[in-house]
């Protein structure tokens, strides 16, 4: 069973930064994709960037520039450094793995990301 822990989400006033790790543990391939997706109230998930286990990244429009999206392969980790938050960025921000060998999606529990002065 995979499971994904996420943390470092918060609050944070309109500029600041804040750094969000996920962890995957469990029975995972070497080639996956590894992501961040978030949900404001009454709004649709969405993507804000994702990395392969290559390093390939894909980035939300509304993020490029900000944020910046790694992982550590030997760890099964991802990181999200996000940078000059905006009140629009808050959300709950969830950790997705998708793996394409075992042909699973898995989420994390989510973490909330709060921007406001």
């Known amino acids: 069973q995979v499971q994904l822990v996420e943390s470092g989400g918060g609050l944070v006033q309109p500029g600041g930064s804040l750094r969000l790790s996920c962890a995957a543990s469990?029975?995972?391939?070497?080639?996956?994709?590894m992501g961040w997706y978030r949900q404001a109230p009454g709004k649709q998930r969405e993507l804000v960037a994702a990395i392969s286990s290559g390093g390939r990244t894909n980035y939300a429009d509304s993020v490029k520039g900000r944020f910046t999206i790694s992982r550590d392969n030997a760890k099964n980790t991802v990181y999200l450094q996000m940078n000059s938050l905006k009140p629009e960025d808050t959300a709950v921000y969830f950790c997705?793995?998708?793996?394409?060998?075992?042909?699973?999606?898995?989420w994390g529990q989510g973490t909330q990301v709060t921007v406001s002065s």
């Open positions: 997705k793995l998708e793996d394409f060998v075992y042909r699973n999606n898995y």
């Open positions: 469990g029975s995972i391939s070497d080639i996956n994709t």
